[in-house]
C-alpha cells in the first residue's frame, strides 16, 4: 500500500469522525446534565438534515455563495435546537420526578412520531441537498483526489470541540452544565434554577444533533431511515468516550472513524459489528469509558428505581390474576383463529418482559439487549429442528438452556458494571450476537433466516399450541414471581438500592446479580423458543435493537415498580400495536402518541397506577 | 379488543359497499355479488418510496377490472390492503389475520427477503397461495421454495444475469464489488461472480466491500475500491446508500474510465434522488416510463399520471401488472381452493401491460422482465438511453439447477 493512499484513506476516517463527534457531543451534553437517554436524538439528526434540503437550496436559489450555504445549514440547526427545547417543555419537565427509565420511553414515542411525520411532510422519496458551493470539487493529495468538503469537515470537528471548552470553562451556562454533570443533586442544592439549565442543555445538544445532519446534506440525501442508523453509532461515540465527557465523545469518535476507515479494507463485512466489539472490549478494561468519571452519586444510597413493597396478592389481585389465566386459556373457545394467534403471542412477551423485570425492576440491571437471549432462545430450537432434526419438545428444553448460557457468559462482563455503561454492554453484546446471526450464513441462514420452525403434529393446531404456550409462560411466570419474593429476589433488591451496603452485610453482590441475569436469560430464551414455533421461522430481527426496545416498553408502560406489571405492559402494547398496524399505514406515529400519553397519565406505569389506586 | 375488530371489519364493509355501489353506478356491466378477497401485506411505512405507487397502481387496475364486469363471472376483485411490520414476526400475524379474519383467499405481495420467506413458509403450512411479488432473493424460488408460492418480479439472478450479459463482448477483466452487507447484496456478488465468467473470460474480482445496509461510509469505500485498480465496477447499492456513494464516487474520480453494471439503478425510486449527479455510461436495470409510446402500456401510464397526479415508480408497474395476473389466474380457475388454484397458476399466460409474463411452473417463477440500458443526464434528471425490455423468459435458472435445488 502507497503512503498516500494511506493518507488519504486516514483523512476519510477523519472526516467521518467529525460528523460523529457533533451529533455525539450532543448525546454526550444531553446525558450528562439530565440523565436522559435521549433516543430522540437520531431524530433531531434526521429533522437537521430534512430541515437543511428544504431551507438550504430555497436561499441557494438568492445567490450561489457558500455564506448562505452555511446561513442555511445555522438555521437547520437553531431550528432543530428550538424543536428540542419544545420537547423538554412539553414532555421532558413534566417526567423529571419520575424514574429515569420512564424519559427513554417517552423519548421512544417521540421517535416513533417523528418517523412518520417526517414521511408525511417531505415524503417517502428521498431527498438530495445541494452541494456547498465553492466545495464540489475534489483536491489533489499525494496523488490521490479528495473532495474538499470533507476537508472542510475535519476541519469542523475540532472547531466545534474547541467551541464548546469555551462554552464549558468561559461562560456561567457551561460551568453549570459541568457541575451538573459532576453531581445533579449538589447543583440542584446549591439553588441553581435547574428547569433553566435543562431547557438550555436540551437546545444545545438538539442544535449539534441538528447541525450534524445539515452538514451531512452535501454527502448523504435525507432518508427516513437516517434517524435509527446514526443513533446506536452516537450512543456507542459517547459511551466509548465516557458518558458526558465531550473530549471523550471526540477522542472515541476518531477512534471509530480511524478503524472503520482500515476495518473495511481488512475485514469488508465486519462494518455491522466493528464499533461494537470496540465498545465491549472498552467497557471491559475501562468500566466508565475512555474519559469518564464514576458517578458522584454512584456511592450515595439513591431513592430506588424499580420494586420497592411485594405485597403478596390481596383478594382483588387474587381476583384479576385469576380471572386473567382464566381468559388465556378461555380464548381457544371462544375467540376466533386470529384472537387466538394474538393471545399466544401475548403470553410470549409477557414472559419475556416478566424476565426482564425480574432483571430491570427487581435487580436495578438495566439491559438494553434483552431480545437477544430471546433471539438465542429462538435459534437454539429452531437450528435444533430445521438442522439437527429433533422434533419440538426437546427443541423447546434446548431454549431456555442456550438463552441461559448465553446469558451467563455475557452477563459475566455484564455484571461488572453499572448503569448506563452496564446497559450499553449489554447493548454490545445484543449487537455481536445479532452480526453472528447474520453474518453466519452457511449455520443460520444469514438475514433471510430458517424457515419450517414448525411444532409437532400434535401441536400443530393454533389452539393446541396456545394451550402449550400458556402452559410453559403462565407457569415461567409463577416460578420467576417466586424467585422474586424468595430471598434471592430481596437480595437483589438489597444489592439495587445499595451496593456498598449490602456489600458490607456480606452479600456477593456480583455473583447474584449474575446468577439472576442468567436466570433472565434462560426465561426469554423459553419466550424465544416458544415464539419461534407459533412463527414457524427464525430470523436476525428477534436479536436486534427493535426488539430490545420493544420489551422495555412493554416493562415501562406496565410499571417497573411493581411485580406483575410487566405482563399488564405487554398485554397492552402487543394489543395496541395490534389495533393500529391495520388502520393506517401511518401506525407508527399512532402507536407513538399512546406511549407518550400513557406515560404522561400513567407515569408509573399501568400496574403502578392500579397500586396507587388501591393504596 | 372485540369492539374495536367489529368496527374495523364493519367500516371495511361499509367501505367496499360504498365502492362498488358507485361502480354499479358507473356502468350496468359492473361486477356484482360478494367480493374475492386476496390479502396484500408490504412495508407500506418503511418502504413507502416503492409500496405507495404498487398500491395505487393495484388500486387503479382493480378499478378498472371491476368496471369490466371482475373476475370469476362477474364478482368484484378486491385487496385488503396491510402492512407487514417490516419484519417476519409481524408479517406472520397479519397474514394470518388476512387469511382468517378477513377471509382472503390468499395472500400477495411483501418487499423484504426475509419476510416474504416467512410468509411463503406460512403459506406452505396453511396450504393457501402466496403470490411473492417483490423480494428478490433466489431462495424463494429455489431451495426453499415450495408449492403455494410463486414470484412475479425478476429475482436478484435474473436481473444480475441481464446486466452481465450486458457487458458480453467487453474486455473489462478486473471487476471491484460493492453490495450490501444482506441476503440481497450478498446473492447478486455471488451471481455476478459465477456469471461474469461466462460473459467476459478471465475476468477476475479483484476487490468486495459489503457495507451496511443504509449505513455506507462511502468515502471509506470508494477509497478502498479505487486501491484495488479495477476497470470495472459491479454496484448493487441502491437508495439513500447509493446516492452516497455516487456522490463520494464522482468527487474522487472513482467512475471515470471504469465501465459499471449496476443493479436497479435506472428504476425512478432510485435514479429521481441522484438528480443532477446520475453518472453517465452506467448499465443499469430500470424503468424509463418516459420512453413508452404507445399501446396498453401507454394508456396505464397516462391513467396513472391523471389519476395521481405522480408519475410511475417501478413499484407502480409492478401493482399493475400483479393486479392483472391475480384477475386472470382468478378468471382461469374460478375456484377460491387453493389447490384449484395453484394448478391453474402452472404455466399460467397473461397479457399484461408488458407483454406476455408466464408463471413457469418449474421454478414457479414469473417471466416479467425489466428493462437494461445505459445512465444518461437530461438536463438535471438521470435517464436510460438504449433502453430495450429485456423478457424474464431468456434469464430464468437453467432447468437443471432448479431441478438439483428443488429436490425434496
Same mark, same amino acid.
Given at each position: 500500500? %502507497?503512503?498516500?493512499f494511506?493518507?488519504v484513506? +486516514?483523512?476519510?476516517g477523519l472526516?467521518?469522525?467529525?460528523? =460523529? ?11 450528562g ?13 434526521m ?12 436561499l ?10 452555511f446561513?442555511?445549514?445555522l ?16 414532555l421532558?419537565?413534566?417526567l ?5 427509565? @420512564?424519559? $427513554? ?33 475534489? &483536491?489533489?493529495? =499525494? ?16 472547531a ?80 466509548? /468516550?465516557?458518558?458526558g465527557s465531550?473530549p ?10 480511524? =478503524? ?28 466508565? /469509558? =475512555?474519559l ?7 456511592g ?19 381476583l ?15 375467540? %376466533? ?17 416478566? +424476565?426482564?423485570n425480574? $432483571? ?8 438494553? #439487549? ?14 435444533l ?10 427443541? $423447546? ?12 457468559l ?18 454490545? @453484546? ?19 433466516g430458517? &424457515? ?78 416458544l415464539?419461534?414455533?407459533?412463527? /414457524?421461522?427464525?430470523d436476525p ?6 426488539? +430490545?426496545? %420493544? ?11 411493581t ?14 400495536? %395490534? ?14 402518541? +399512546? ?16 397500586? #396507587?389506586?388501591?393504596? | ?13 361499509a ?18 355479488g ?10 407500506y ?9 404498487y *398500491? ?14 371482475g ?41 423484504l ?12 403450512? *396453511? ?13 424463494l424460488?429455489?431451495?426453499?421454495g ?9 429475482s ?33 456478488a ?23 445496509l ?7 469505500t ?10 470495472g465496477?459491479?454496484?448493487v ?12 464516487g ?12 449496476s ?63 391475480v ?28 407483454g ?8 414457479q ?44
Amino acid at each position: 500500500m %502507497d503512503v498516500g493512499f494511506i493518507v488519504v484513506q +486516514s483523512l476519510s476516517g477523519l472526516a467521518s469522525a467529525s460528523a =460523529l463527534f457533533i451529533i455525539a457531543s450532543g448525546l454526550t451534553l444531553v446525558f450528562g446534565v439530565t440523565r436522559i437517554v435521549n433516543f430522540a436524538h437520531g431524530s433531531f439528526y434526521m429533522l437537521g438534515a430534512y430541515i437543511a434540503v428544504t431551507v438550504v437550496p430555497w436561499l441557494l436559489e438568492i445567490d450561489r455563495s457558500p455564506t448562505l450555504f452555511f446561513t442555511g445549514v445555522l438555521i437547520s440547526a437553531i431550528a432543530v435546537g428550538v424543536l428540542g427545547v419544545l420537547m423538554e417543555l412539553l414532555l421532558l419537565r413534566r417526567l423529571y420526578k419520575v424514574p429515569e427509565l @420512564f424519559q $427513554l420511553l417517552a423519548t421512544f414515542g417521540v421517535v416513533l412520531m417523528v418517523q412518520d411525520a417526517v414521511l408525511k411532510i417531505w415524503g417517502p422519496v428521498d431527498i438530495p441537498g445541494p452541494r456547498a458551493p465553492g466545495l464540489r470539487h475534489g &483536491v489533489e493529495i =499525494l496523488g490521490q483526489r479528495f473532495p474538499a468538503y470533507e476537508l472542510f469537515l475535519i476541519v469542523i470537528g475540532p472547531a466545534v470541540l474547541g467551541l464548546l471548552w469555551l462554552l464549558m470553562h468561559r461562560t456561567r451556562f457551561g460551568i453549570l452544565i459541568r457541575a451538573a454533570t459532576r453531581d445533579r443533586e449538589m447543583v440542584g442544592a446549591l439553588g441553581v434554577n435547574q428547569a433553566m439549565l435543562f431547557t438550555g442543555t436540551l437546545f444545545l445538544g438538539a442544535a449539534l444533533a441538528g447541525l450534524g445532519g445539515a452538514l451531512q446534506i452535501p454527502r448523504v440525501s435525507a432518508s427516513s431511515q437516517m434517524d435509527l442508523s446514526i443513533i446506536t453509532e452516537a450512543f456507542v461515540v459517547t459511551v466509548i /468516550g465516557g458518558m458526558g465527557s465531550v473530549p471523550g465523545a471526540f477522542l472515541a469518535a476518531v477512534l471509530i472513524g480511524q =478503524l472503520q476507515a482500515f476495518g473495511v479494507l481488512v475485514f469488508p463485512k465486519i462494518t455491522l459489528v466493528l464499533v461494537f466489539l470496540l465498545m465491549a472490549a472498552v467497557l471491559v478494561v475501562k468500566p466508565w /469509558g =475512555l474519559l469518564g468519571r464514576p458517578e458522584a452519586a454512584a456511592g450515595r444510597a439513591a431513592l430506588p428505581e424499580g420494586i420497592l413493597a411485594v405485597r403478596g396478592f390481596g383478594r382483588v389481585e387474587k381476583l384479576i390474576a385469576g380471572l386473567a389465566i382464566a381468559a388465556m386459556l378461555a380464548v381457544p373457545v371462544f375467540g %376466533d383463529a386470529y384472537t387466538v394467534k394474538v393471545a399466544t403471542e401475548v403470553l410470549i412477551f409477557a414472559l419475556a418482559a416478566f +424476565s426482564l423485570n425480574f $432483571l430491570v425492576g427487581n435487580g436495578g440491571i438495566v439491559s438494553f #439487549g434483552h431480545a437477544a437471549y430471546f433471539g438465542l432462545g429462538a435459534y437454539a430450537a429452531g437450528l435444533l429442528v430445521t438442522k439437527g432434526g429433533l422434533p419440538m419438545e426437546p427443541a $423447546l428444553l434446548a431454549a431456555p438452556i442456550a438463552g441461559g448460557l448465553f446469558a451467563a457468559l455475557f452477563g459475566f462482563f455484564v455484571v461488572r458494571l453499572s448503569g448506563i455503561y452496564l446497559a450499553m454492554l449489554t447493548l454490545a @453484546f445484543a449487537q455481536i450476537a445479532y452480526a453472528v446471526c447474520f453474518q453466519w450464513v452457511e449455520v443460520t441462514g444469514g438475514d433471510n433466516g430458517v &424457515v419450517g420452525v414448525w411444532p409437532s403434529a400434535w401441536a400443530a393446531s393454533r389452539q393446541v399450541y396456545h394451550y402449550v404456550v400458556a402452559a410453559c409462560a403462565i407457569l415461567a411466570i409463577i416460578a420467576l414471581r417466586r424467585v422474586v419474593y424468595a430471598p434471592f429476589g430481596a437480595t437483589l433488591r438489597a444489592a439495587r438500592d445499595s451496593e456498598q451496603r449490602a456489600d458490607a452485610i456480606g452479600i456477593d453482590v456480583r455473583t447474584h446479580r449474575w446468577l439472576a441475569f442468567t436466570l433472565a436469560g434462560g426465561a426469554a430464551g423459553l419466550a424465544g423458543g416458544l415464539y419461534a414455533f407459533s412463527k /414457524g421461522s427464525i430470523d436476525p430481527t428477534l436479536l436486534a435493537i427493535p426488539l +430490545s426496545v %420493544d420489551f422495555l416498553a412493554m416493562i415501562l408502560l406496565g410499571g417497573i415498580q411493581t411485580v406483575m406489571g410487566a405482563v399488564a405492559g405487554a398485554a397492552a402494547f402487543h394489543t395496541i400495536k %395490534d389495533i393500529f398496524m391495520p388502520l393506517t399505514d401511518f401506525w407508527r406515529f399512532l402507536l407513538g402518541a +399512546s406511549i407518550i400519553a400513557l406515560v404522561l397519565v400513567f407515569p408509573r406505569g399501568l400496574a403502578g397506577a392500579f397500586a #396507587g389506586w388501591r393504596a | 379488543m372485540a369492539g374495536i375488530s367489529f368496527t374495523r371489519r364493519a367500516g371495511l364493509a361499509a367501505g367496499s359497499a360504498i365502492a362498488t355501489a358507485a361502480l354499479i353506478g358507473a356502468r350496468g356491466s359492473a361486477a356484482q355479488g360478494a367480493p374475492v378477497k386476496v390479502g396484500e401485506l408490504n412495508s407500506y411505512a418503511r418502504m413507502a418510496a416503492f409500496s405507495v405507487p404498487y *398500491r395505487n397502481a393495484i388500486q387503479l387496475a382493480v378499478d378498472g377490472i371491476n368496471r369490466a364486469g371482475g373476475v370469476m363471472g362477474g364478482r368484484p376483485l378486491e385487496f385488503v390492503f396491510r402492512d407487514d411490520g417490516s419484519t417476519p414476526g409481524d408479517a406472520v400475524r397479519v397474514a394470518e389475520d388476512l387469511l382468517t379474519r378477513e377471509g382472503c383467499a390468499f395472500l400477495a405481495g411483501t418487499f423484504l427477503s426475509n419476510v416474504g420467506l416467512a410468509v411463503s413458509d406460512l403459506a406452505n403450512q *396453511r396450504k393457501k397461495l402466496f403470490l411473492a411479488t417483490e423480494p428478490l432473493t433466489d431462495a424463494l424460488t429455489m431451495a426453499q421454495g415450495n408449492r403455494y408460492t410463486w414470484r412475479l418480479r425478476p429475482s436478484t439472478y435474473m436481473q444480475t444475469r441481464m446486466l452481465t450479459e450486458a457487458a458480453r463482448g467487453r474486455t473489462t477483466r478486473r471487476w471491484a464489488i460493492v453490495a450490501p452487507n444482506y441476503e440481497y447484496g450478498q446473492s447478486a456478488a455471488a451471481n455476478f461472480k459465477r456469471l461474469i465468467t461466462a460473459s467476459i473470460p478471465g475476468a477476475e474480482i479483484v476487490a468486495e466491500q459489503y457495507p451496511a445496509l443504509g449505513r455506507v461510509d462511502a468515502g471509506a469505500t470508494v477509497g478502498a475500491l479505487a486501491q484495488a485498480r479495477p476497470d470495472g465496477i459491479f454496484n448493487v447499492l441502491f437508495g439513500p446508500d447509493l446516492t452516497a456513494f455516487v456522490r463520494e464516487g464522482n468527487t474522487r474520480g472513482l467512475f471515470e474510465r471504469r465501465f459499471v453494471l449496476s443493479m436497479l439503478t435506472g428504476e425512478p425510486e432510485y435514479l429521481i434522488p441522484l438528480g443532477d449527479e446520475t453518472p453517465e455510461g452506467w448499465i443499469v436495470t430500470g424503468y424509463p416510463w418516459e420512453q413508452i409510446t404507445d399501446g396498453p402500456h401507454k394508456a396505464y401510464i397516462d391513467a396513472y399520471r391523471a389519476r395521481f397526479n405522480d408519475t410511475p415508480r417501478k413499484g407502480s408497474l409492478l401493482g399493475y401488472v400483479t393486479a392483472q395476473v391475480v384477475a386472470n389466474l382468478l378468471n382461469k380457475a374460478n375456484s377460491l381452493d387453493s389447490e384449484v388454484l395453484v394448478e391453474a397458476f402452472k404455466d399460467l399466460r397473461t397479457d399484461t401491460v408488458v407483454g406476455n409474463v408466464t408463471m413457469r411452473a418449474l421454478d414457479q417463477q414469473g417471466t416479467m422482465g425489466t428493462w437494461v440500458g445505459e445512465t444518461v443526464l437530461r438536463g438535471r434528471q438521470g435517464a436510460m438511453r438504449n433502453a430495450r425490455y429485456a423478457d424474464g423468459a431468456d434469464y430464468l435458472f437453467p432447468e437443471a439447477e432448479v431441478r438439483a435445488a428443488r429436490r425434496g
